[in-house]
């Protein structure tokens, strides 16, 4: 079961940490990423890392503002966000892939958490 957690309201040009953690250990070796939905709008791909963590994919809305990153030992995942911007305002989904590298493609994940609603005010 994931658990995603660090939502927020924060101004803009701040920061958020947010939490994906795998509570029953069952995605042990898998890719796990990092979805979101913003208000209206439909699904969209923010980041991706592989279970070694050597593999790390971002859209380029993202890059250089936020890095995904896992503790394994913890089973948890994470996603660091800074230079939070108003369009970054959506609900963050965490979700797995069991079986593929690091990719953008919704319909390669199989299991998805509940989100986390970021609110980035301008």
């Known amino acids: 079961q994931l658990q995603a957690s660090g939502g927020g309201l924060v101004q803009a040009g701040g920061s958020l940490r947010l939490s994906c953690a795998d509570s029953g250990r069952t995605f042990s070796g898998a890719t796990w990423g990092w979805f979101r939905q913003a208000p209206g709008k439909g699904s969209e791909f923010v980041a991706a890392i592989s279970w070694t963590g050597l593999i790390t994919k971002y859209a380029d809305s993202v890059k250089g503002r936020f890095t995904i990153s896992r503790d394994n030992a913890k089973n948890t995942m994470y996603l660091q966000m800074n230079g939070l911007k108003s369009e970054d305002t959506g609900v963050y989904y965490c979700?797995?892939?069991?079986?593929?590298?690091?990719?953008?493609?919704?319909?390669?994940?199989?299991?998805w958490g509940q989100g986390t609603l970021v609110t980035v005010s301008s």
């Open positions: 979700a797995v892939d069991r079986s593929r590298a690091p990719s953008s493609l919704r319909i390669n994940y199989d299991y």
